[in-house]
């Protein structure tokens, strides 16, 4: 597959890369908060841009190189059933046309590109950081607003536009009152609903720790400096969810780089690093945000917390898979379910992932999607406890840690309709396919051949990991 560039001009790699970089920053930065601050939820049009110009990208890219083949990373078989589950719902019964079921297509399919062009763009080291370094900082951004936020009344913070507003008094208003009965704000950091900057903290978190034990000295220190908003934008969320899987998420990140070769030390780092986060995180959020909403989720009180507020919803599954097993059409629940594309809309419970899967596509979809995430997570998992660079190990342990924090999050809410995880996880995906590719191909060309090395270390130390890389090999 030639994907290199040839005299001057972009590589198809430089191009998928900006790309993601852009629409990263553009998802996590300003998507949610243009579209509150207008009130217009159409606007979500321009972050299709994005996806759009990927696939225009690689489609020029394959018809101008016959030998470009983007299917042959592995899990894109998956990838491509997934696609099937849900175009074929486009003839479904109960979708109410194919225009109005193209446009109920879009929460599943808008962001499935970035899947392939991460794939293709992300499998230098330089390119992995810098795109966990663009996440790292925008969840930091997110936390200090969410920081911000918190200090608002409703009122105030209906005044930032008509989208905040509605947000804030419709018919399930992102507001609670606290144990004085003062009337709190859940605040939406720069996303679109209550939460947003508490998932993105919580996927963040693992990044910044695993950019803090593998960068060089500027981004490594950049890295450890985020770390602090990062658990505020998790705790100032008001999102019990997204508090439990930012635990799960740290806890697995430590856990996984602990069962490694001179995992101690490192556990030991990062764990010191944790401690001095978390003290700078209680002095930022101290007289600032209220921890009320989150007495209910303590140890002793989380599974009754759950069971009440979602374990109605999903109990339904078994119900929604024997009464629609092929899918209750597209726009049953989700973003679309006011699109008027499906006979079903608002009428089948989407509490849950597993609910809003299982309705929109079928069974066969809810087996896909699980699919994918389950082995996401094992591969990034295997590429974590056997890199093809050890010095890159922590970032796979911090991809580990999130597609984890996503599947717990799967119990939650539709967690796939919407950024970050809706966005993310492609990418996320496509990372884990292109190094499992690599470790393939560096199999069969010799370990020491592939393994990558940072230009910026001196000839003795790339010669000593090479010889690394070689006794590894033998040994194995």
């Known amino acids: 597959m030639k994907r290199r560039r040839q005299g001057k001009g972009w590589s198809i790699e430089q191009l998928f890369f900006g790309l993601l970089v852009a629409a ?9 908060f243009l579209r509150l601050k207008t009130g217009h939820k159409n606007l979500t049009v321009l972050r299709d841009v994005f996806p759009a110009l990927v696939l225009l990208v690689g489609l020029a890219h394959m018809a101008t190189s016959p030998g470009t083949r983007l299917w ?30 193209a446009q109920a297509l879009k929460p599943h399919l808008e962001f499935v590109p970035f899947f392939f062009a991460a794939a293709v763009a992300l499998t230098t080291r330089r390119r992995l950081t810098t795109l966990m370094l663009v996440i790292v900082c925008a969840g930091a951004v997110n936390g200090a607003v969410s920081l911000y936020q918190s200090q608002l009344t409703p009122e105030q913070m209906s005044s930032w536009g008509p989208g905040y507003k509605t947000l804030i008094t419709d018919d399930n208003p992102r507001a609670f009152a606290d144990n004085s009965g003062v009337e709190r704000v859940r605040p939406p950091a720069l996303g679109s609903d209550a939460g947003f900057g508490g998932i993105l903290g919580m996927l963040a978190l693992p990044c910044a720790l695993g950019l803090a034990l593998v960068e060089a000295r500027t981004r490594r220190w950049l890295a450890v400096a985020t770390v602090p908003l990062l658990l505020t934008a998790v705790v100032a969320s008001q999102t019990r969810a997204g508090v439990v899987a930012a635990a799960v998420a740290s806890l697995a990140f430590l856990l996984i780089l602990s069962l490694r070769r001179g995992g101690f030390r490192v556990l030991v780092t990062a764990a010191l690093i ?10 930022l959020v101290s007289g600032r945000v209220t921890t009320d909403r989150y ?9 009754g917390t759950y069971s009440s507020a979602r374990g109605g919803g999903l109990a339904l599954v078994g119900k929604i898979a024997a009464k629609y097993p092929l899918g209750a ?80 999050l799967w119990f939650a809410g539709p967690v796939t309709s919407a950024p970050p995880i809706s966005a993310l996880f492609w990418i996320y995906a496509g990372i884990t396919a292109a190094w499992v590719h690599r470790s393939r191909r560096a199999g069969s060309a010799g370990h020491a051949a592939w393994a990558p090395t940072s230009q910026r270390e001196p000839a003795p130390v790339q010669r000593a990991r090479a010889t690394a890389g070689v006794a590894s090999s033998v040994s194995s």
């Open 295 to 303: 007495s209910t989720i303590a140890p002793a009180d989380l599974v």
């Open 72 to 101: 042959r990373f592995p899990m894109a078989g998956l990838v491509l059933a997934w696609v099937l589950c849900t175009v074929v719902q486009l003839w479904n019964p109960s979708t109410t046309g194919v225009f109005r079921g």
């Open 274 to 283: 944790g401690l001095a986060a978390i003290y700078a995180g209680n002095e």
């Open 24 to 32: 990263t920053l553009y998802l996590l930065l300003v998507d949610g």
């Open 329 to 408: 059409g597209l726009g049953t629940g989700g973003p679309a379910t006011h699109s008027g594309s499906s006979l079903n809309a608002g009428k089948v419970s989407a509490e849950t992932e597993f609910n809003y899967v299982t309705a929109e596509t079928g069974v066969i979809g809810l087996l896909v999607m699980a699919l994918l995430f389950l082995t996401t997570a094992g591969r990034s998992l295997r590429l974590a406890r056997r890199p093809l660079d050890r010095a890159l190990a922590p970032l796979f342990c911090a991809i580990f840690a999130g597609i984890s924090g996503m599947i717990l």
